[in-house]
């Protein structure tokens, strides 16, 4: 199983920007996906953006299209997520995942990090 570690979460204001890091201990080749998903306090996990087939294929969650962007790093064994024009209902705890395949219920989805926090300030 792969063991993910996700950092840069963090509070901004409404309009800001953050970058999420994730960090898998093999090769993000060893998983054809590799997504994040967020939860919200009281809310249903929620699927934000996955890369698949070494990046030829990415998806995103409706909430989040043209304002995030996901990516890989091969060769350092990370995805990351930039997040811009955030909003208050950008705040969660998001969690990086690999897997088979994409779903936006998480449900292709093998190994999971411990999550880090995002914090939206209007």
């Known amino acids: 199983q792969v063991q993910l570690v996700e950092s840069g979460g963090g509070s901004v204001q409404a309009g800001g920007s953050l970058r999420l890091s994730c960090v898998a201990s093999?090769?993000?080749?060893?998983?054809?996906?590799m997504a994040w998903f967020r939860q919200a306090p009281g809310m249903e996990r929620e699927g934000v953006a996955g890369?698949?087939?070494?990046?030829?294929?990415?998806h995103y969650g409706d909430s989040v299209k043209g304002r995030f962007t996901i990516s890989r790093d091969s060769a350092k064994n990370t995805v990351y997520l930039q997040m811009n024009s955030l909003k208050p209902e950008d705040t969660a705890m998001y969690y990086c995942?690999?897997?088979?395949?994409?779903?936006?219920?998480?449900?292709?989805?093998?190994?999971w990090g411990k999550g880090t926090l995002v914090t939206i300030s209007s």
């Open positions: 890369i698949c087939d070494g990046g030829l294929r990415t």
């Open positions: 093999v090769s993000t080749f060893s998983s054809n996906c």
């Open positions: 995942a690999a897997g088979y395949y994409y779903s936006a219920y998480g449900g292709g989805m093998v190994s």
